[in-house]
């Protein structure tokens, strides 16, 4: 589907793809004040999550709890934000958006207007971060796709 942003690009920067799925830490001015922006995106064009099999909607799930985990690990947020609408861009992905208390729209959504400024301080620090939280990311959903080792006969 050529019209779909998500079908166009990664929708950010890809760090890993597998199963039917990437995951791309999200870039661009609807960040700025999130940086640690994530997204769970299908490969195909899906537009509604009741359009995925039992075993696909399992799959997304375990690799959201594997993004959300290294975002917890890595950055120690307040708390982490999971957010599936769709409404924007119809293709079918989840935000896991790590958020903190000193964010200028927490507690509110990500998509509120400011309550307090930026805090530039901290989110140049945040913004450092984000390598090591990306690596951490790759690793998780990297283990996920690794099948366990097999016992060894005795």
Same mark, same amino acid.
């Given at each position: ?52 099999? +039992? ?10 709890? =594997? @993004?959300?985990? !290294? %975002?917890? /690990?890595?950055? &120690? *947020? ?45 989110? +140049? ?10 690596? =951490? @990311?790759?690793? !998780? %959903?990297? /283990?996920?796709? &690794? *099948? ?7």
């Amino acid at each position: 589907m050529t019209d779909c942003a998500l079908c166009r690009d990664d929708g950010g920067l890809l760090l890993w793809s597998g199963q039917g799925w990437r995951v791309v830490r999200a870039s661009g001015g609807e960040v700025a004040a999130a940086p640690a922006w994530y997204r769970v995106i299908a490969a195909a064009h899906v537009a509604e999550w009741s359009d995925l099999s +039992a075993p696909e909607q399992a799959c997304a799930m375990a690799l959201v709890t =594997a @993004v959300e985990r !290294a %975002l917890r /690990a890595t950055l &120690t *947020p307040t708390k982490v934000n999971l957010a599936s609408l769709g409404n924007a861009v119809p293709h079918l992905h989840w935000h896991v958006i790590a958020r903190f208390g000193w964010d200028s729209r927490y507690p509110a959504p990500v998509w509120a207007p400011a309550q307090r400024d930026d805090d530039a301080l901290r989110l +140049a620090a945040l913004r450092q971060q984000l390598p090591v939280c990306d690596a =951490a @990311v790759v690793e !998780a %959903l990297d /283990a996920l796709s &690794t *099948p366990s080792p097999k016992e060894n006969p005795r």
